[in-house]
Structures are given as C-alpha cells and as structure tokens.
C-alpha cells in the first residue's frame, strides 16, 4: 500500500472520517453481504464435508478436477463481465444506468453459452466420459449464471435479493447431496447435476428482482468498448489468478497422484471459511469505491481504500493465527482422522490470507480508476514466476514446495500492486493539485 501522508496529524482524522462516511452510505449492503457470505461459505464448507464422506478421496479427487475447470470460467467471468459492471454500473444514474445492465446481461448470455461448451468438451475429450463432460457442462452454465445475478444484484442494492437466492441455491443443494450420500446414490456426475439443478432454480427466482432494463442498440458499441478497456486487463488478470491458485494443484496431482487433489482441496475448504471476509468485501467495496470517485474523486476513493486493507490485514492476521491453532482439530471433526496428517497444509495456506486482503484493496483502487493494465502487470508477474518454480519445487520438496511457492507468489503480487498504485496516484496528483490533502507523499 502507498505510504500515508507525512502529516499524520492533520490528515488521519480526515481519512478515517471520510472511509467512515463512504462505507457509511453503502447502508445495509456490508451488513447483508458479509450474511449472505457466511451462509454462502458455511454451506460451500458443509458441501466439501458431504462429498468428501460420500465419494472418497479418489472419486472426490476426479470431482474437484472437474470443478476446478469451471472455476477457471469463473475466474474468467470475473474479469471480462463482473469487475468492470461492479466497478462502472453503480457510477451510472438513470436511464443510462438501464442501458447499460442491458447491454452486460445481453454480454452475459454469450460468455455462459461459449464457457460451458468449452468446458464440457473439453472434459468429455480429457476423461473419454460423455456423462461427466455434459453434467460439468450444465453446471458451469448454471453455476455461472447464478454467480453473475448474485453480482449483479449488489451492483444495482439489492442485498435482500441476493440473501435470499443464496439461501435457496445453497438449501437446495446440500438438502440434495445429504439425501443422495444417504441412499448411497451419489458420484461426481450426480453431485454436478445437483449443483446445477439448485444454481438454475436460484437463478429463475431471481428474475423478477432484476431492476429496470433499457435497451439501446445504438450505446452497444460504446458499452462493449468501455467493459472490454476495463475487462481486458482482467480477464487475463484472472486467468493469472487461476494458474496461480490451480495450475500448482494441477502439477501436484500429476506428479503425486490425484488423490492428492482431493486432499488439497479438503484442506482448503477449512480456510475457504475465510473468503467470507474476501467475498464480502468483493461484493460491496468495488460499489461503493465507484461511487466514491464518481462523487468526490480520489479524496473519496483513497480513504476507502485505506480502511478496507486496513481492516483486511488486521482481520487476516487474527484468523490465520486462530487457523493455525486449530487446523489439526478442524480437518480431524471434518473429514476424519485419515486426513489428520496433512493439518500443518492448513496453516501454512492461511498465511496467504492477510497478504490478498491488502492486494484486493489495492486492485479496487485500479478497477476505480480504470486502470486495470497494472493489475495484469502484477498477477503476470507473479504467474511467470509461480510457472518456473512450481515444477521443480513439487518435484524436489511435495507439497512444500507447492505451499512456499504460492506464499511467495502472493507477496510479490502484494508488492507489486503496491509500487505500481504509488505511481499511478503520484501521476494523478500532478493532474489534479486539489487533491493533495489525501495522496502519499
């Protein structure tokens, strides 16, 4: 994070009243989203455990295989759809507002349909399995549709809406695979088929929350280019963050044998309690960080920039510490004493947390100003360097080497951000002297 400035004394006040009062007129949004997002990663959590139980660790190493597929299309979607509409539609007021979630759910529609053909032809091809291939399919489609009108519905307030979707999407699904485990009826395929049975229904009630749409053929050349200046930074940002986050689970399995995936993933879901704070913060900061610099510019935008990284790092902290004194016992209640062994997983992954909450921060400052060509650099950066030493780190040391790779990958991309917002601020500054009360020095 950029430095603050060197007259602490005349400035903090004047940051922590303006982070206050930006947060502030987000109204219920935070409250419900940091809800939603607990009852969103206590069912995801829930799910992890029941497939887990019920599939085995190799059935379920083929599973999280699959899925990992379709979170590269989420990543995706991210990138090209969602950040850019979180970001510019809550800076949009009427009729222009309208126009413009027209033309992104008309952008929407194409991007599920190619990424869930994509998906399920590819599986079909890799595993030779028609079955696994169109269910990974149906769900992509499902799931990503449900995950954009989740988004969707933040951008435009409506939090109640997504609360309530969530609960019916998340009920749905874990009330289904609790009842197939139990009649000894549940498999990978059948477990995608669930997942997309129960994200289309959430998906179809959330039709009628849509807002006011307007559709304006001639704005369509404008709003693409707009969404592609801002989405094509991060959509390859995304695809970054993927190879990052996958691409080293990938090389593991390959080397150490899938069943290794499902162990790994286990792992993971116990610190996937912790993108509660990650998603709620996704979900509410990049409005409300629009909205700021629509309104008073970066005096507006930078103090919630601070107290987001701020709160982020500090909550991270006492997290990853709580998670490395209970990781043990949590994987033992969860999945089994089998698992047991590989406790110390979870805390060395929980060290990545306080670190991403700052670099998020920081790449809602880029996605504010539209400057996402930075946020590219970084997560490039860091992906060269994770793709030339994940091999030989998993090759030479397993899975350490697979966790020491990705805490340094992190951390560059920490710094990075860092550097490159400090200038790209600097450069504003210039621009605008009336701003210099709130920028680094």
Known sequence: ?????????????????????????????????????????????????????ALGLEAFGLFSTAWIAVLLTVSLQLG????????????????????????????????????????????????????????????????LAQDFTRRYLFARGRPQAVFGIDALNQGVKLAALVTLSRMQALSPVTALQVI????????????????????????????????????????????MQWLIGYGGLLVAGALLGVTLIGVLRAAQSILGMLNLVRDALENTVPPIAGRALAERGLNGLLPVIVVTATIGFAGGLTTTGLLAVSGKSLLALAFGPDIVAYAWVVAWYSLLFPV???????????????????????????????????????????????????????????????????????????????ERGLLPA
């Not at 004394?9 to 109204?27: C, E, I, K, V």
């Not at 060509?373 to 030479?396: D, E, H, K, M, Q």
Request: with cysteine; charged share 10%.
């Open 1 to 53: 994070m950029p430095a603050l400035p060197r007259d602490l004394r005349g400035d903090l006040r004047t940051l922590a009243g303006a982070g206050r009062s930006a947060l502030a007129r987000g109204g219920a949004g935070p409250v419900l989203s940091l809800a939603d997002q607990a009852l969103v990663s206590a069912c995801n959590f829930a799910t992890t455990i029941v497939l887990a139980h």
């Open 80 to 143: 090209l759809v969602v950040c850019p509409m979180a970001s510019i539609g809550p800076g949009l007021r009427g009729e222009a507002g309208h126009a413009y979630y027209g033309i992104v759910l008309v952008h929407e529609a194409g991007f599920v349909a190619l990424a869930a053909t994509a998906v399920g032809t590819g599986l079909s091809l890799t595993f030779g399995d028609l079955t696994l291939g169109l269910s990974t399919g149906a769900a992509c489609a499902a799931h």
């Open 196 to 239: 997309a049975a129960s994200a289309a229904l959430s998906w179809l009630c959330a039709i009628p929350f849509r807002g006011a749409l307007a559709w304006r053929p001639g704005l369509f050349r404008e709003v693409t280019g707009r969404q592609w200046h801002s989405g094509r930074w991060l959509v390859l940002t995304g695809l």
């Open 356 to 434: 991403s909450l700052v670099s998020f921060a920081q790449i809602c400052a880029f996605r504010a100003i539209e400057r996402t060509g930075s946020v590219f650099a970084a997560t490039a950066s860091a992906a060269c360097l994770n793709l030339a030493l994940i091999y030989p780190a998993v090759r030479w040391f397993g899975i350490e080497g697979l966790l020491g790779v990705a805490i340094m990958t992190e951390v560059m991309v920490c710094l990075v951000l860092a550097g490159l917002l400090r200038r790209e601020l600097r450069a504003r500054l210039a621009e605008s002297p009336a």
